[in-house]
């Protein structure tokens, strides 16, 4: 599976992005999907993760609210609307696939995820 992430830039505190994912070399709509982040300095955390058909779906608590995730199957791809931005949202973001895993699930923990994009760089300023 290969993952490509997009639409990160620069965005002034309060602002909107929409980071994009898209897969190929696998059946996407057999793929568990994710979104981490990573700021300088520090461990890479879970933002939000998505289920096989996008009925299920998880957050991390410091996104919840403010963070959309979502996918088109048919065009293989997975999204994240970011809205009301802050600066501790700055990060390198990234998409993750799971493709070992039964319909419904999502997972939390990047160890699940068996494939990985670059990454997409969100920089907020306040």
């Known amino acids: 599976v290969q993952l490509q992430a997009s639409g990160g830039g620069l965005v002034q505190a309060g602002g909107s992005l929409r980071l994009s994912c898209v897969a190929s070399?696998?059946?996407?709509?057999?793929?568990?999907m994710g979104w981490f982040r990573q700021a300088p300095g520090k461990e890479r955390e879970f933002v939000a993760a998505?289920?096989?058909?996008?009925?299920?779906?998880e957050y991390a608590d410091s996104v919840k609210g403010r963070f959309t995730i979502s996918r088109n199957n048919a065009n293989n791809a997975l999204y994240l609307q970011m809205n009301s931005l802050k600066p501790e949202d700055t990060a390198v973001y990234y998409c993750?696939?799971?493709?070992?895993?039964?319909?419904?699930?999502?997972?939390?923990?990047?160890?699940?995820?068996?494939?990985w994009g670059r990454g997409t760089l969100v920089t907020v300023s306040s």
């Open positions: 070399g696998r059946t996407f709509g057999s793929l568990a």
């Open positions: 998505i289920s096989w058909r996008g009925t299920r779906k």
């Open positions: 993750a696939a799971d493709e070992n895993t039964v319909s419904g699930a999502y997972h939390t923990t990047s160890g699940a995820y068996e494939y």
